[in-house]
């Protein structure tokens, strides 16, 4: 069925009627064929039977008169029968009585032919018992292979049975009749056979005919999708129909065609209308956009030059300010007539102010363009607040003001703009302090909230001054506005500081509230929120922790916020504190102590107090030989003079500025207790630290490239009073040609010059390492850019034109030695100003606020070989070791190039750890050939990188690199006097 | 009973054809009563349809017994009649009238006497047929065959069976 399933149409049509034509041709031709070999034998029969009959009418009368003769002659007309090959005539008894052969009749065939019809005779003989007729004639077939038929004849007279004729006849007459009959019905089959296929393969076109025009058209229109193509209707029958059919969806396909042709078409024209339009109003868009750009490049040039022309503006008049600052300066310096000196502090107030309006003016316009943008730093927030603070500490003492900062005792390290924040507390502060005649200010930050995230903290800054009123409160952040006209008049000022501060706070996410009453003093305050620092810039809380718990310390000061900020300190580290308020209650307290058994161990002593002063406290505790050993701290917002001092110096106190900073607070009291502990001298340690204006950089060779004479004499001046050797350029192009003549330490540079600019020739002097960076050659020169532009963005600008560093015209000594110290670490000395005022250590910072000068313990300042060291090595060597030095200092260097490699790697990676150790040999084997410079070098580093990252690692490492250099020559140099 | 009889009769008939073991003229009367069979007589010659059939022996009786034998028997619906007469006796009452050798002088006297009638005449005597008998029968080979002049039964107006005539030597 399946290979029927795949025929196609044509030869399923075929095959059904062929199938149909040959299975009824079949039957006919078997009927027919059955039909014809029965009636065939039964005419046979009949014929032989007639025969028989005959034969024996015949033959009566010979068996009558017993004349075989005349039966032989009468069997003999059988000859005429050529299928009967036997014959035979029996007398009643089967007894023979005459016989036929036929002439090819063997005898052997003739005996089983008889043997045949005795069978038969016998199986007739039993019927014939029963059967009441026997003489009837009758012809039967019989015979397996040789199919045979015998007919028997009775041979009768007047009812007298005479005998019977027996013919036996083989049928072969039949056999060929059928035969031929048969073949003739297989050729009649066969030929109706072919007919019908011929018929069929005509007929079944009228059907599949149709279909398969049906389906070419079908497949033309598949493939070329003409639809106007139509298939002729042959037929009215159900092909017609389908063929209708199929041209009539044809048809409508057509229709749709064309009407979706149409609609396209429409559509098209649509489309092409509205694009047109679109296009119109598009170009009329874009003209507008180009117009509107043009407008909006036009607002910010004239922006962009407004900001060049305040940008300009501050460079042109910070450069005559510059001068104006940097001479007043040096013109304290020089012995001045008291009257002079007061002229001069006026000169010098008024330039400060002077720059302050101007740098006010820029941070607003900058504000108000919108250019100012905040950084993301981490920071540690305590530590700038504080130091912000200190910086008004002489302001305050000046105008005998308690200035305080309360701060929680946990350090807060979060990231946002720390320069920022300092401006809006130093405006704050500042403000405060200027409206504030007597009592105290104070500056408090605390926690509202903190997360794992995020900090909120309330930054407030108090003050008793004289308050401002309502309806001046409503306008004061406005610009130019003061509480009224007259307190500009009085207390100076822009006017722009809040307006500036309102601002930056806002931009930081807060509010700045102000709360006031005429009179009473000021609060303003605002709420700001911070994310967490990354871990590394908190200060290690766990140690400052560590070694002061469960001391007792005593805080005297008459000033309550001042005595509950101490406390609250001193409570946070652990330590048990009290508090008096004047030196008669400290003194009890302390004895009472001292007889409970459990004495202060430390007192904190405001150094001005009604009655009796800080020193004088000092000297009384001192001259109580049982309250001797308790450490003595004063705390101060300036320099003790006279008597004052002496008092101090002999009760051996120590002295810190207020406000305290917590963490030199913190700093001051292990050293104490460290003194304590090892009795070590005290001296030793704390005269490292020195104030950036009391630096000197005696030898280092610097070149100032600056085109401005003024700035040229004003930084020249300084720098040659500092005790550098200064060289000077004009511009960038002279500066390179200098640097080519000779080398120098550092390289002050001007950024804006005639000729080539700083920035140029910084490039041309990188440019110039980077090719020529030999073996011998300074490892990297220093350029410190010195610029008049105040815009962010500069400092920058500079680093990226290849500049180490950063300096902001006008600048005073301070500034430049901050900076130089940075970059000629081996050259910083501390001027010994005072010799004899030894008594006070100088504030354990790095950064001393800016007070009055201090007196310090102060060894020479170390060269860059202990002398000392050199001899006892020398001492060795003619004990019995010769040659020792020469080994010594070989080996030293060896292992400091190594060494200083080593720090260089660990420098560029940050590997703090790695930093610490290689830091910590070199400072070592530095000390060991008396390099006392280049140990302390290696010392601050190490101590550095054990606190915590060391940002600026590489600038030490760059100091140390050079100190080198110059201990080399020394070595050298030691080594040649020897020989 | 009446197939005993038949078997019977059949087993008669059947030794009065076997000329070898019977006598001769057991035989011929045989042959006498089978003649009649083949002959047809002209049509009111029997008064009606069951008049016996009189075969007639005239002269000397060679038979013997014998003729019992087809006596009693029948010929269609005739009952065969056997009538042993002289030669001088009326012989129109005879169908078939036998002469036996014995008589070989008188027989041309009988036939005269029977001329133009229709009764069939039998002989064994040599030269019957020619000499105006019907059936001459004469024995050869063993076998009792005859002769017959279809002239002597045309003129008695017999219709003799092609059959018989088939069996016989025509001698005229």
Known sequence: MIVFDKLSIKNKLMMVMLLTSALV??????????????????????????????????????????????????????????????????????????????????????????????????????????????????????????????????????????????????????????????????????????????????????????ILQLRGAMREIATT????????????????????????????????????AHYSAGLEAEVAARTLDLSAANTELRHLVDELSVAKERAEAANQAKSQFLANMSHEIRTPMNGILGMVDLLMETGLQSKQRHFMDIVHQSGVNLLNVINDILDFSKIESGKLELESIDFNLLEQVEETVTLFAEQAQRKGLELACSLPSKAVAVSGDPVRLRQVLANLVGNAIKFTEHGEVIAQVSVIEQSATAYRLRFEVRDTGIGISEEARRSIFNAFDQADGSTTRKYGGTGLGLTIVKQLVAMMGGEIVVESAVGRGSNFWFVLEFQRAADGTVVREAELLSDLKGLRALVVDDNRTNREILSHLLDAWGMRSDSAVDGAEALRLLNDARQGGDPYTVALLDGIMPGMSGPDLALAIYNELQLRDTKLILLTSATFRGDQYDKARQARALHMHKPVRKAALHRCLRKLLKDVDTDRPRSEEENSLDAPQHLRFPGARVLLVEDNPVNREVAGTMLIQAGCEVDIAGNGREAIDRLAQQAYDVVLMDCQMPVMDGFQATAVIRARERSGGGSGAPPRLSIVAVTAHAIRGDRERCLEAGMDDYLCKPFVWKELATVLKRWLPAFAQTVDQAAGRVAFMAPVSDETPPVAPVAMVQNNPPAVLDMAVLKSIREMQRNGSPGLMERLIDLYQRGASTLLEQLRGAADTGEREELRTVAHTLKSSSANVGAMRMQRLCKELEMMARAGPVPDAMVYVMAIEQEFAKVRTALRGQLTQEK | MRRWLAFLIAVLVARSVCPEVYDEYAVKAAYLYNFAKFVEWPSGTFSNHDAPLVICIAGDNPFGDTLAAISNKNVDSHPVEVRIISLTARLDQCHVVFIGRADQEQFKTVLLKLARLPVLTVSDINGFAQAGGMIELFKTEQRIRFNISIQATHRANLKLSSQLLKLATIVD
């Open chain 1, 25 to 210: 041709l079949l039957v006919v031709g078997v009927a027919l064929a059955v039909n014809e070999t029965y009636s065939q034998r039964k005419v046979a029969q009949a014929q032989l039977v007639t025969l028989a009959d005959v034969i024996g009418a015949n033959t009566a009368s010979a068996l009558l008169f017993n004349d075989i003769k005349a039966a032989e002659q009468n069997l003999a007309v059988l000859r005429a029968k050529s299928d009967v090959p036997y014959a035979v005539i029996d007398d009643p008894e089967n007894k023979m009585l005459a016989e036929y052969r036929a002439a090819d009749l063997t005898d052997k065939q003739r005996d089983q032919i008889r043997r045949w019809g005795a069978e038969l005779d016998k199986h007739d003989a039993k019927q014939e018992m029963k059967s009441e007729q026997v003489t009837l004639s009758e012809g039967k077939f019989f015979g397996g292979q040789n199919r045979m038929l015998v007919v028997k004849a009775p041979i009768q007279q007047d009812g007298q049975t005479l005998g019977c004729v027996v013919i036996y006849s083989d049928l072969h007459e039949l056999s060929e009749n059928l035969n031929r009959y048969y073949w003739i019905i297989a050729g009649l089959l066969v030929a109706s056979l072919v007919l019908a296929a011929l018929l069929a393969a005509r007929f079944q076109a009228v059907i599949s005919g149709p």
């Open chain 1, 225 to 260: 999708r003409d639809y106007a193509v139509r298939v002729m209707r042959a037929s009215d029958d159900e092909l017609g129909a389908l063929v209708d059919g199929f041209n009539d969806m044809l048809a409508q396909v057509q229709r749709r065609d064309a009407e979706l």
